[in-house]
């Protein structure tokens, strides 16, 4: 296992903090055991600065509930994807102003200063090692945006191709009163094109 790897992973579950989420009708005894599908979800990702002139390149990705009904998740700090190292570890996407994300040891920002060779971040990430739900209503989103950086221990700046993210986070319907009720687990993935002078040229998403 390479040194990003495990400085840049979320390992444990602590107590679960609860944000947004829905409650049953007062007295209705509401209780399904229905669980959500892949196909009450959508998932995308775009590119909001593809350029890397002035800044690190940024992407946005957006979870949407398509269900008609409250699905509510459980991740990570930074819902709705708290997983900031690509596929193969090339590439980091650090979520910027998000509590609980912040640089590994002295360093200030893990977002250099200036470009250099490529944007490239200053040393690995850590995050605050808890579980955080947070509920979904029928149609509601939940976007969220990443600076586009290579990885700290890169020996050379990432070539030009296709990096994926992955992050896997639970979903159950939120009519239930039970907490602990059935559970389906996801997997959202986006993509970026990075190009020759690590410029963004594409984003997508998907739910798997």
Same mark, same amino acid.
Request: glycine share 10%; charged share 20%; proline share 8%.
């Given at each position: ?8 992973? +979320? ?22 055991? *229905? ?25 946005? +990705? ?25 596929? $193969? $570890? ?7 102003? +998000?509590?609980? +994300? ?10 250099? *200063? *200036? ?64 907490? *602990? ?16 002078? $690590? ?10």
């Amino acid at each position: 296992m390479k040194r990003r790897d495990v400085l840049g992973a +979320v390992t444990g579950v602590l107590p679960v903090l609860a944000a947004g989420c829905a409650s049953p009708v007062p007295g209705s005894g509401a209780e399904t055991t *229905d669980v959500p599908k892949a196909d009450d979800l959508a998932f995308d990702a775009r590119v909001v600065d593809g350029s890397p002139t002035e800044s690190p390149p940024r992407v946005a +990705v957006e979870l949407t509930n398509g269900a008609d009904y409250g699905v509510r998740f459980t991740d990570g700090t930074a819902f709705p994807f708290t997983n900031f190292t690509s596929v $193969g $570890g090339d590439l980091y996407a650090i979520p910027p102003g +998000v509590d609980g +994300v912040s640089p590994l040891g002295d360093a200030a920002s893990i977002v250099p *200063d *200036d470009r250099g060779d490529c944007w490239r971040a200053t040393t690995n990430w850590k995050v605050i090692d808890i579980a955080v739900q947070k509920t979904l209503s029928p149609g509601e989103s939940a976007p969220l945006e990443f600076d586009v950086l290579a990885a700290a221990d890169t020996e050379s700046c990432p070539t030009e191709g296709s990096y994926a993210f992955q992050n896997e986070l639970l979903a159950t319907d939120a009519r239930n009163e039970n907490r *602990d009720g059935p559970e389906q687990q996801f997997t959202l993935q986006f993509t970026v094109e990075r190009g020759s002078d $690590g410029e963004l040229t594409a984003a997508s998403g998907t739910v798997m």
